[in-house]
């Protein structure tokens, strides 16, 4: 209930059971196309599947790879 109540200023009223469960799986990141339906909040950040890679690419060239 607790995870409901987060969740429910940061998502569609149609989407918030996904934002609370990814809260209550201890999901720190969403990774969505849907980015209209859902805001980042203090416990979860809402990017795009291209925003991931880019960032991921950003990170594993900081160590040579």
């Known amino acids: 209930a607790d995870d409901l109540r987060r969740a429910r200023p940061l ?18 990141l969403l990774v969505t196309h849907n980015t209209r339906h859902f805001r980042s909040g203090k416990d979860v950040r809402v990017i795009r599947p291209r925003t991931l890679v880019t ?3 950003a990170w594993m060239a900081r160590f040579g790879r």
Do not use: N
């Open 55 to 57: 960032e991921a690419r």
């Open 11 to 28: 998502a569609h009223e149609k989407d918030v059971s996904i934002l609370a469960a990814a809260m209550r799986a201890g999901a720190t």
